[in-house]
């Protein structure tokens, strides 16, 4: 196969190029469908090339993810600037949840069986978990919380409601986080569940 590497794109230039095509590829064909040979086959390139260059179909995945969410944390970030307290938190939850629904790529991640498949690998993640709590507006080391607004976000993309309901719900998700942030400074760690299905407190 002829490789396009060969007219001197190196590095940082190729990886770009294979992630653009495998958001792409992810768009229009969806996260279960996304393979390593499907790229190969639309970047004209070898399998060895897009390991070499970019890693394996996780790896490709992540990136895509990581590529994609960045100017929507960037448009959130706008809309919460010189914003405090709850009322951050509510302007960031509300516009996450809009954004992400919106952006073509981001929505094959949002697929039920996707979504559950990734949810342990984005609550395990130090930058996921760094990325919430400044959109929120809370304490970096509270992990706890920012994994709380983490699964909230998750449930509400996962069962959508009527407009005035995920308002209602927004304003359940807050008072959990900032009433579980004052039990922790002030008393015995507690866990929050607030409105996700499942969840009990310890």
Do not use: K
């Not at 396009?4 to 792409?24: K, M, N, P, T, Y």
């Not at 970047?43 to 890693?55: D, E, K, N, P, V």
């Not at 993810?65 to 302007?91: D, N, Q």
């Not at 342990?120 to 930058?127: I, K």
């Amino acid at each position: 196969m002829a490789d396009w590497l060969v007219g001197g794109d190196r590095g940082d230039a190729a990886r770009r190029r294979l992630v653009s095509q495998a958001a792409a590829l992810i768009a229009s064909r969806g996260l279960d469908a996304f393979s390593v040979d499907e790229l190969a086959v639309r970047a004209h390139c070898s399998r060895a090339t897009i390991y070499r260059h970019a890693g394996g179909r996780a790896q490709l995945i992540e990136a895509v993810l990581s590529t994609t969410a960045a100017p929507v944390l960037e448009s959130i970030r706008e809309e919460a600037a010189g914003t405090t307290g709850e009322e951050r938190a509510r302007i960031a939850i509300t516009a996450a949840v809009g954004a992400l629904r919106a952006d073509r790529v981001i929505r094959q991640f949002l697929r039920p069986g996707s979504l559950i498949a990734t949810t342990p690998t984005v609550l395990a993640s130090p930058t996921v978990l760094a990325v919430a709590a400044e959109l929120i507006g809370i304490d970096p080391d509270d992990a706890v919380a920012a994994r709380f607004a983490i699964r909230s976000v998750l449930t509400m993309l996962l069962w959508p409601a009527a407009p005035e309901e995920e308002a209602a719900l927004v304003d359940s998700i807050i008072a959990g986080i900032f009433q579980g942030e004052a039990s922790t400074n002030n008393g015995p760690h507690r866990d929050r569940c607030g409105p996700l299905p499942g969840c009990r407190e310890s």
